[in-house]
């Protein structure tokens, strides 16, 4: 296999022939760009062509083990998702290796899968086991991986679909902000130079690393709107800039007025200190790179600790906007729009525990109309 990385779009990306896809015979090659260092796009890439070696040779692939199958699964997976996403697939796929890996692909039952599943969340001999919830995603991976071999003919049934998934456990209440205690935030870092990040955060409901992935030139000043087309995250270790996760993530966020004021006077800052260009990082650091996102993270708790308000995380924020939102009346289908959720679905069970308040609340829209003699 032959490749090569080159700096493209102010970061780095790289190309290489993969030789045939397993599935079509077809010759192929595998590009990916918005790495922020050489090394992270030498490491991509090496992953990839690690991912793409054969197993030893079979006389057909009915005789694949499972953990064989899976190998050649994730190396068509590596072509088609985000780095962090594939970190995710290898994590949970690791798991599934770890106790099925030598099965014959075509012997794999039900039974197997349940007796696999019971053991991650219970291990043999004691010992911590994973949590439903991490369960149920990795067993979405697997289910998802062999639904593609039933897809190539190598399976005539899905063996994770014959299975129940845990049973899933209440959600715990997410910590919120009132509006008083946004304003007490906002107030008490006005001074600060991340302080438009934070009110960015608060009024758009955006994910951390949308907002450290926004570019100058991704700000439409006229409109007054964001343009979210990438993410700025880690993936072992290494800060990567990924598309969204979904189409629906890629989107248009508007702006209120004062937040717009409030990110021309930092990007004219940015501009006095040459670092306002089209490519240049709206959230930068001292020395006008990336923000790490644990270091912006670690930058907003030690901020709340001192506002006087109740502790929560960064990612709260998005929580305390989402449901401040559908308080004050916004429609879920703009808040989901506005969230990036892939449906309206995701947005009303993310927050359902609002719902019973709004309800409360409407319950004397129709009363108040029929009786308050002032209308």
């Given amino acids: 296999m032959t490749g090569s990385v080159k700096r493209r779009s102010g970061g780095w990306a790289f190309r290489v022939d993969v030789g045939a896809d397993p599935a079509t015979g077809r010759r192929c090659q595998v590009s990916k760009q918005g790495f922020t260092t050489k090394r992270a796009a030498e490491q991509a890439m090496a992953e990839v062509v690690r991912l793409r070696r054969p197993p030893a040779p079979r006389s057909a692939s009915s005789t694949w083990s499972l953990g064989e199958y899976l190998e050649q699964w994730l190396t068509r997976e590596a072509a088609r998702v985000s780095p962090a996403t594939l970190r995710t697939y290898r994590l949970a796929i690791g798991r599934v290796v770890a106790l099925l890996g030598d099965l014959p692909l075509s012997r794999l039952s039900g039974a197997d899968v349940a007796a696999w599943q019971q053991h991650l969340l219970h291990p043999d001999g004691g010992g911590r086991g994973l949590s439903p919830a991490t369960v149920r995603n990795t067993r979405a991976v697997f289910h998802k ?27 715990k209440t997410t910590e ?180 019973p308040a709004i309800s409360r609340d409407a319950a004397n829209i129709v009363a108040t109309t029929l009786w308050d003699p002032r209308r």
């Fill in 176 to 355: 919120v902000w009132t509006a008083d205690e946004v304003r007490r935030f906002l107030d008490h870092v006005s001074g600060h130079r991340l302080s438009v990040a934070f009110r960015v955060l608060v009024t758009t409901g955006m994910r951390r690393g949308e907002l450290l992935g926004l570019r100058w030139g991704d700000v439409g000043w006229e409109r007054g709107a964001l343009s979210v087309v990438r993410s700025l995250g880690l993936v072992d270790g290494e800060l990567v800039m990924s598309p969204g996760k979904t189409a629906t993530s890629r989107r248009l966020v508007f702006l209120d007025d004062a937040t717009l004021d409030g990110l021309r006077a930092h990007f004219q800052r940015a501009v006095d200190a040459e670092a306002g260009g089209d490519s240049d990082p709206v959230v930068a650091a001292r020395d006008g790179g990336l923000v790490h996102p644990d270091s912006f993270s670690n930058t907003f708790d030690r901020l709340v600790a001192t506002a006087g308000v109740s502790r929560i995380r960064l990612h709260d924020l998005r929580h305390t906007y989402a449901t401040l939102a559908l308080m004050a009346g916004m429609h879920p289908v703009v808040l989901a729009e506005r969230l990036g959720h892939s449906t309206v679905a995701t947005t009303m069970d993310l927050y359902a525990h609002v719902t």
């Fill in 145 to 171: 991986a062999l639904s593609d071999a039933v897809r190539l003919e190598l399976l005539d049934r899905n063996p994770v679909a014959a299975t129940d998934p845990p049973a899933n456990v209440a959600r």
